[in-house]
């Protein structure tokens, strides 16, 4: 099987082409610190032979974070734990990434105020953001590039840059969300340009031979927003400057759009091959025939499974089983496969 042989980025090796997607777990709280349970909950999959693991959306200011019991890493003192579960799950085989992250107008915190490129909130149900003066997107940028330099010195094998579902940097993309009249606002150029300075900023502090992961929401299910084909022409503006796209789609409003297995895996294979990017597919891949066909016919480089790896901590494990293959078990676990 495809998704069981390696693959190699950079100098990132992993021993199999299943990731497992960032999923919020709410199981911090306002500190942001890593608490036992993360450590049992990204351990457990790394013991399931997980390939890459890639953490939850992580705060880089405490209002970016989604919820007040999301993880942090604004100040250094987030380092600490954050290497403890590094370290737990590279013990195992595992590689580990951690998604950086700013939630803009979709931010529940219990901060003073939130905010946005424009003063536009995502609904009646959420504040009304303030929109971000020039002065504060600068502060954002190195706060993102101080973030990646706590990741590296946590000892992450990769970063993904959170440029998806309707958060900070979805909505500098989006013209839906994006009404700015500045040189952040209006063209394709302008409103990627708070992404490429992200980016820019971030290689100042990480390391080359480390990837850079960013996750998109690949299509607005809106005539006035972006679609697949727009999404080729924002990768193209900073693709010198990312490693891999993570591809999913929506989250910026309240769109109704398709859901089906694989329903995101055509976003992946255009971008796939128009911007001739690697890319992590995701969207309700379920069973490995489905994982199979996406990696023989070159859709994507790496499939990453959500909810089945909420289900299941050893999906890896069960699909190597269920189709007879030659792989090494656990020790503590192979009575359960022989």
């Not at 351990?43 to 997980?50: F, N, P």
């Not at 953490?55 to 405490?62: Q, Y």
């Not at 809106?222 to 989250?251: A, L």
Request: charged content about 30%; some cysteine; glycine content about 6%.
């Amino acid at each position: 099987m495809k998704s069981l042989t390696s693959y190699k980025i950079k100098d990132m090796e992993l021993k199999n082409r299943i990731v497992m997607p960032p999923m919020c777990m709410y199981s911090s709280d306002e500190s942001g610190m890593v608490k036992d349970f993360h450590k049992i909950h990204y351990i457990s999959r790394a013991i399931g032979d997980v390939g890459l693991i890639i953490v939850e959306a992580t705060g880089v200011v405490p209002n970016g974070r989604i919820t007040s019991n999301d993880l942090g890493i604004w100040n250094n003192e987030h380092i600490e734990g954050l290497k403890s579960l590094v370290d737990g799950v590279k013990s195992h085989g595992s590689k580990i990434a951690i998604q950086l992250a700013h939630a803009g107008r979709k931010c529940e915190s219990n901060d003073e105020y939130i905010v946005a490129p424009s003063a536009i909130p995502f609904n009646e149900k959420y504040r009304i953001p303030r929109e971000l003066s020039k002065e504060e997107i600068k502060k954002l940028v190195l706060a993102f590039r101080d973030a990646s330099r706590r990741a590296n010195e946590a000892g992450f094998d990769s970063i993904e840059i959170h440029g998806a579902h309707g958060y900070l940097i979805h909505e500098f993309l989006s013209p839906i969300t994006n009404k700015r009249t500045d040189e952040y606002g209006g063209s394709i150029e302008n409103r990627t340009r708070f992404l490429k300075e992200i980016l820019e900023s971030v290689k100042e502090v990480w390391p080359k031979e480390k990837p850079i992961l960013l996750r998109v929401s690949a299509d607005d299910y809106d005539n006035d927003g972006i679609d697949k084909y727009e999404m080729v022409n924002i990768i193209n503006e900073v693709k010198e400057n990312i490693d891999m796209v993570h591809v999913s789609t929506g989250g910026l409003i309240n769109a109704k759009f398709p859901i089906f297995p694989g329903y995101q895996v055509s976003h992946s294979d255009i971008i796939k091959k128009e911007c001739n990017m690697p890319t992590i597919a995701v969207g309700l891949i379920k069973e490995s025939d489905q994982i199979e066909e996406i990696l023989y016919n070159n859709r994507a480089d790496l499939v990453a499974i959500g909810r089945g790896l909420l289900r299941d901590p050893y999906f890896v494990l069960n699909m190597a089983y269920d189709n007879n293959l030659d792989i090494k078990y656990p020790r503590q676990y192979e009575r359960g496969y022989f």
